[in-house]
């Protein structure tokens, strides 16, 4: 909505225009009028609708064309006002521009009006600039001139109403203004097509959206209890239940299908909304859009979509119980059957409120999903959990369309959405209070990445549900020390490997090499040492095709070896051939890397100084045994 109203009064000389400003800010005649009003700026507090108002006089005498034009480009609305008690300020209306050449037969018989077309082709704007009507004068002619003014309102749709008024008599001042102001901050235009008397085709399809997050039960129509919470949540206060009998009588003595079962329908509250507008009460129909967060070009708007979120560098964002309990809701929602699980046509019908689809055929490859491809609460949860890790604005965008601030009662959609501490903090103090953690996943061409991402949502290479899309991540959650924590598995893609500019900021990295191909271990040291090394990131070494023989190398250029002189943990098998479920070892340890990155070095330490230690006894050993018989050896001679 806007921030403030600009208002310029146009019309003929001597109609009143400058009278109408002076009475309004005087609340008084003037007895002296001056050739041209300055502009009167009315402050928020004093205002119907509580915005700044600027009020612009005009005048043809003491004004250019010129300043008449950067006007009418700077005008919200505009005033054209007439002498009530003239008919020939009313015939003045309908006469030709003054601007348009006689000689141009086709202009003339397209513009019929003098200053309704003035502003049409001073502002350029679609949809045109609000028009008001003011009949000043009313005092000089009772009967009023609504009559000759009725074609000129049906001729022109950008005209929002016609008031009559009395400078002198302060009759309809505060009136005037206050639609002047209505019809800028709710103007019937977008809502509204007056020539075909309907709804326009973005008005009713923003309409159908709030309809359908209002139907709780997804029954297509709205219970008594879903209009009281809908006109609660509108207008700060449910209906009275008489007040509710009515507005269904209503709706069902005009539309067929309007009121189902004593509940109302699609159609009866799209027509509901077109009643408020024809009967001039269209700021109804924009606080409820407004309420639910549309802008003046019926699109939601980018406060409500995407409410501001600072997420300092190292910190990541996780979804709080604010939102998985809200997210529980919408499947519990949606899941029509009980199952347990979304199908394809109860997930089409969750998107419905989306402009379009926000996830695609990668999904089923990305989360766990159940028989038939259905989706569970849990792969639910843990797409939302991506989302809001990888892109939070993404997400804050879904969790509006979705209704979140409504529903739950928040101010934003940010109240859903956690911003953890740094990555920095975590190391210093040697265990991590993040949720979500990501493991990068890295390894040669062939080395069977993509199975092990799908192995983690227990799928083997002999299943038969496999998914054809690809995914670059895959989501799922294991238990550590008895926390829930979901783990992301990235693979990453060989270009940006090698790229200088790309940093590391995962919490774990897997090394993933072929135990047959000896050069796809020299690729994952290669990776470790540019990528990983220096950013002191845990990393695991596993070896893929555990059932395959491995390559033959010498000991010095071992994996162990290699993980032995870097204080890595030694090298873990991972297969998943003929497996009806993957050995899922590899990603508890993974999670317990990103989780305790300090006791993966201390336990190589700590390794290493008992080997120390047990050499040194050994060795102690062996002296005093060769020390012993020594001395028996010589006690004998």
Known sequence: MKRDVRILLLGE????KTSLILSLVGEEFPEEVPPRAEEITIPADVTPEKVPTHIVDYSETEQTEEELQDELHKADVVCVVYDVSEEATI??????DPMVKEEDPLLLSQIRTKWIPLVNRRTDRDPRVPIILVGNKSDLRPGGSMEAVLPIMSQFPEIETCVEC???????????FYYAQKAVLHPTAPLYDPTAKQLRPECAQALTRIFRLSDQDLDEVLSDQELNSFQKYCFGHPLAPQALEDVK??????????????????????FLNTLFIQRGRHETTWAILRRFGYGDALKLTEDYLYPPLPVPQGC???????????????????????????????LQNLFCVFPEAPWGPELPCTVCTVAGGQLPLHGFLCQWTLLTYLDVRRCLGHLGY???PIFSEQDSQTSAITVTREKRLDQEKGQTRRHVLLCEVVGAPGVGKSAFLQAFLGRSLGSQELPVEPSAYAINTVHISGQEKYLILQEVGTDSLWDSTSEATCDVACLLYDRSDYESFEFCTRVYK???LDAQTPCLFVFSKADLPESVVTPSSSAAEFCRRHRLPAPTPFSCTNLTTPNVAVFSRLATMATFPHLVQSELHNTSWLRLLLRATGAALAAILSFSLYRVLVRSR
């Open 316 to 346: 990541t964002t996780e979804l709080n119980h604010f939102g998985y309990q809200f997210l529980q809701r919408v499947f519990e929602k949606h899941d029509q059957d009980h199952d347990g699980a979304l199908s394809p046509s109860e």
């Open 249 to 270: 009588t209503v709706v069902g003595k005009n539309v067929a299908g309007g009121v189902r079962d004593g509940q109302l329908t699609l159609d009866g509250f799209l």
């Open 530 to 532: 540019q990528r990983y």
């Open 402 to 404: 979705l209704g979140y």
């Open 91 to 96: 015939e003045k209306v309908r006469e030709s």
């Open 166 to 176: 009395s400078a002198k008599n302060l009759r309809n001042i505060s009136e005037l």
């Open 13 to 16: 000389a001597q109609v009143g």
